[in-house]
């Protein structure tokens, strides 16, 4: 089986369109219908279903999907092993983030490894740090540089790179913002939060701050984009908890006595997956 030919149909199977999967290749949609067209007659069965737009796998496709992530995995790791004897750091390194790092922190990583690596390319998917985690089990990426969960599997090593401090916000005219100097849990209980997802990490240490105290969270409006979180409390639709890097001219900080609040933003990798140069590359200058 053609490398090119396996990765096509990979790629076709994760975004459920030829299109999106010719984006990430960097090739025409036609190029990838032709790779997964060599690939079907080889193996003498129709891999997806198309039907309008929609592109589903069909049995055989869900039978080879294991065995295709399996032997391109070996077959890179082969051409890893032998390009290592040169010492050269060149290929793909698949990298999964979120938004918030990708713009936050990780601009001046990229840069350094770019000028440092020009032989070698990065595949950036950004996406929530628990779908990141996801990816990394499913080897469909070999690092992720995300939120740490507080709790990881085995099978997984998380490495702390940075601290991520994160403050209890609203906007100027707000009613939190008068208060003289402090305010108090059960005041912010009294209204209604704009905060990341409740089922992500960092929406779980702002429930799990609440529980603690025995106070009842008015979620009024949820969502993992953290942009947007800060647009709506910057005009006034509710308080929120960000990272301090995200404070703004239009959002006051509100000085809640005697909590501190922080996340873990780090790198993620299998325990059992051997790294390529490029990974092993990226992440020395991120921890350098």
């Not at 929530?128 to 709790?151: F, H, K, N, W």
């Not at 403050?167 to 059960?186: E, N």
């Not at 409740?198 to 008015?218: D, P, S, W």
């Not at 005697?258 to 059992?272: D, K, W």
Request: proline share 5%; glycine share 6%; with cysteine.
């Amino acid at each position: 089986m053609d490398l090119q030919n396996l990765q096509a149909f990979l790629l076709v199977a994760e975004e459920g369109s030829f299109s999106l999967a010719a984006e990430r290749l960097h090739l025409t949609q036609p190029a990838v219908s032709k790779r997964i067209a060599l690939l079907e007659q080889g193996l003498g069965s129709a891999l997806f279903d198309r039907i309008g737009r929609h592109t589903s796998l069909t049995e055989a496709g869900q039978a080879l999907l294991p065995h295709a992530r399996a032997i391109t995995q070996q077959l890179l790791g082969a051409e890893r092993a032998v390009r290592d004897l040169s010492g050269e750091v060149a290929g793909e390194l698949r990298l999964a983030t979120s938004h918030h790092i990708g713009l936050h922190r990780l601009p001046p990583v990229l840069s350094a490894f770019s000028k440092a690596h020009p032989g070698a390319h990065i595949d950036i998917e950004f996406t929530d740090s628990e779908q990141a985690y996801d990816l990394i089990m499913q080897g469909r990426s070999e690092l992720a540089v995300v939120t740490l969960a507080p709790e990881v599997d085995d099978s997984v090593v998380a490495r702390p790179v940075w601290r991520d401090p994160l403050v209890f916000m609203c906007a100027a005219d707000h009613p939190l913002a008068s208060a003289p100097k402090h305010c108090s849990l059960p005041d912010l209980a009294l209204h209604p939060a704009i905060l990341p997802g409740l089922n992500t990490y960092t929406g779980q240490i702002v429930k799990r701050l609440f529980a603690e105290h025995r106070l009842a969270l008015r979620v009024s409006m949820a969502t993992n984009y953290l942009e947007t979180i800060r647009m709506m409390a910057a005009v006034g639709l509710g308080w929120t908890v960000l990272p301090a890097t995200m404070l703004s001219d239009e959002l006051h900080v509100l000085s809640v006595q005697g909590i501190a609040l922080e996340r873990t933003l780090g790198l993620v990798y299998h325990r059992g997956r051997s790294l390529s140069r490029a990974a092993q590359a990226f992440i020395s200058i991120l921890e350098g």
